[in-house]
């Protein structure tokens, strides 16, 4: 099997080397912390007085974390390894970065490792006086049932989550308030992906999983997590229909309700492609007659060079 071609220099200094650079790129916009390499902090959000936003995972999916810190959303983002969450030490450091004296709110995706860790952020943290909440984002309907919501994960829906909560806070609301605009965010969030190929480490520049040609993966998580089907490549509608009408089935929206969507690339999924799913997107949302109030479309939540995306 062959490596996969990457512009690196070591594939374990990836990460360091991509945060160097993003600070390098964006002075005016972003900032590491003196003796915090893993924490990134925004330039105009954090003030006296306001709910302090931390968000926070592993690396690989940018612009998720790291794009999304900057006044209207996070504060600051403590980053981990590829795949792999943050220690507790960068969400201590990015809390204590950004904390303007009214809390701070943890919110990253449900997933084991950073449950763990900020759990353990949280308490150093609290220790320190800093009031801290939590809340966890599980948009990923494929990923559990919906009477296990609470299991599910989180993934390109994020997005939405992370720009309300940021919002709440920058418009100076308490913390029990961004808290519960968060949480239903959230709970009004619902992604669905397919994956058509593996994305490759830095490390190993190898698949992650084999996904055998001319076969996709309904339900694919992030980082390679099962799905819920695997079957023969079908056109771009059926994909979306397929997508469209679980998420439908859980949203239980009405005739003239409004909605956001996102058509998020993996990383390897070119726009054409996307622009041919969002296209079906449309004609499902007017055949139910749904307003789109906001409409993405491209790498929001990447997973490295994985091919192709997510529909929220």
Do not use: W
């Not at 990457?6 to 003796?35: C, Q, S, T, Y």
């Not at 948009?139 to 939405?160: L, M, Q, T, Y």
């Not at 190898?206 to 980082?223: K, Q, T, Y």
């Not at 690339?265 to 070119?270: F, K, N, V």
């Amino acid at each position: 099997m062959s490596l996969a071609q990457k512009l690196i220099n070591d594939g374990n200094a990836a990460v360091d080397e991509m945060l160097a650079g993003i600070i390098a790129a964006h002075p005016d916009h972003l900032f590491r912390p003196e003796g915090a390499p893993r924490t990134v902090v925004a330039r105009n959000g954090p003030r006296e007085g306001k709910v302090a936003l931390v968000i926070g995972g592993g690396s690989g999916h940018e612009p998720t974390f790291l794009g999304f810190v900057g006044k209207g959303l996070a504060d600051a983002a403590a980053i981990g390894n590829v795949f792999a969450s943050p220690p507790p030490q960068p969400a201590v450091d990015a809390a204590m970065a950004v904390n303007g004296g009214a809390g701070v709110l943890f919110l990253y995706g449900n997933y084991a490792g950073d449950v763990m860790n900020f759990d353990m952020a949280s308490e150093l943290l609290e220790m320190e006086g800093v009031e801290v909440r939590t809340v966890l984002t599980t948009d990923d309907i494929a990923s559990a049932p919906v009477s296990e919501r609470e299991k599910r994960r989180g993934v390109a829906g994020n997005v939405f989550v992370f720009k309300a909560a940021g919002a709440a806070a920058d418009m100076m609301m308490a913390l029990g308030e961004v808290e519960r605009i968060a949480r239903h965010a959230n709970d009004r969030t619902f992604t669905m992906g397919v994956a058509l190929s593996s994305c490759s480490l830095p490390q190993t520049r190898r698949p992650s999983f084999e996904l055998p040609a001319g076969e996709m993966e309904i339900g694919m998580g992030i980082h390679g997590e099962p799905g819920v089907r695997r079957g023969p490549l079908r056109t771009a509608n059926e994909v979306v229909d397929e997508i469209m009408d679980a998420i439908f089935k859980e949203m239980g929206a009405k005739p003239g309700d409004r909605v956001a969507v996102l058509v998020n690339s993996l990383g390897a999924t070119p726009l054409m492609e996307l622009y041919i799913l969002y296209a079906r997107v449309a004609e499902r949302l007017t055949s139910a007659n749904l307003t789109v109030h906001r409409t993405l479309v491209g790498p929001y939540c990447t997973s490295l060079d994985m091919e192709i995306g997510r529909a929220s």
